[in-house]
């Protein structure tokens, strides 16, 4: 299975001192891999417009990199593909093909709801995983805030189990860097 990446980041290109919340150390372990050997998981959480996403796409170019498969989707599309593949009969399959990914890379958990089936099925591919391959997710919203998006106290809190039992947090909180680049960009003009 081939990464279909939305854009090409790499760390390279990444400004550590624009997000002093990020652990760099981290970021910089994490992209040898080594989490890949031991299907640990990835959580980037943050406000919008701090880097989640370059990060989880530096993270799954490395991965790539050294020869390891990865898929990077969002949560939307995931749940959206599954619902689809349930509809059509083809649910077992899209689930045993997300599961031998090495790295599975989910980004944007929590700006859209999932409705309670979208939600189980999503459950379903996390804890497919578990112990197996590792998975990246990237959420705007604080752990206690995933109820919000996945509608089932006892369904968050089993997914929640799952994803965190070896997991590597990164923060990244503060100003979108977005606005600070387009800001800067008029300063100059
Ligand atoms: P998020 O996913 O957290 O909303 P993104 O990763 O999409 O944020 O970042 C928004 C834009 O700003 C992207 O083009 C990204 O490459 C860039 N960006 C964000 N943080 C940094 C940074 N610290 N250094 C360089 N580019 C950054
Ligand atoms: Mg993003």
Redesign the pocket.
Known sequence: RSARFP?V?SLD???????PS?NKMLVLELARCGYILGRENVI?L????????????ALGLAACQKGFSVAFTTAASLVNQLLEARDERRLLRLQRELASVKLLIV??LGYVPLSPTGAELLFETFSRRYERGSTVV?S?LPFEDWTSVLSSERLTGALLDRLTHHVSILS?NGD???LK?SRSRRGRA
């Not at 290109?13 to 997000?19: C, E, P, S, W």
């Open positions: 854009a980041k290109t990444f400004d550590f001192t624009a997000i990020l980037a943050g406000n919008a417009g701090t880097g989640k996403t370059h990060i989880a796409l980004d944007e990237t705007n990244l979108s860097y977005r680049s």
